[in-house]
């Protein structure tokens, strides 16, 4: 979401490393929206996101398919 400053911070930050990335915009595209909420409502990696009452993003989804929400130290 271009309205989430975690968001765009993690992209200038992949962007500047040059990491290329699929950004999915939830605004643009209602599918990734649902898509993405699917994920989150079903991963236990979510669970202390979803009992704080918070999105989950920015989500890193690596290119084994493992995810993380934890971009810095991913990067």
């Keep these: 979401m271009k309205i989430c400053p975690d968001t765009m911070e993690c ?4 962007t500047k490393a040059g990491v ?4 999915l915009d939830f605004a643009e595209k209602t599918a990734n929206l649902k898509a ?6 079903s991963s236990p990696l979510f ?3 979803r ?6 993003i920015p989500c ?3 290119e084994d398919g493992s995810l ?8």
């Design 11 to 14: 992209c200038e930050a992949l």
């Design 20 to 23: 290329e990335y699929e950004y």
């Design 36 to 41: 993405f909420l699917k994920l989150r409502d």
């Design 47 to 49: 669970d202390t996101v």
């Design 51 to 56: 009992q704080a009452g918070n999105i989950g």
């Design 60 to 62: 890193i989804q690596r």
């Design 68 to 75: 993380t929400l934890t971009w810095e130290e991913w990067l």
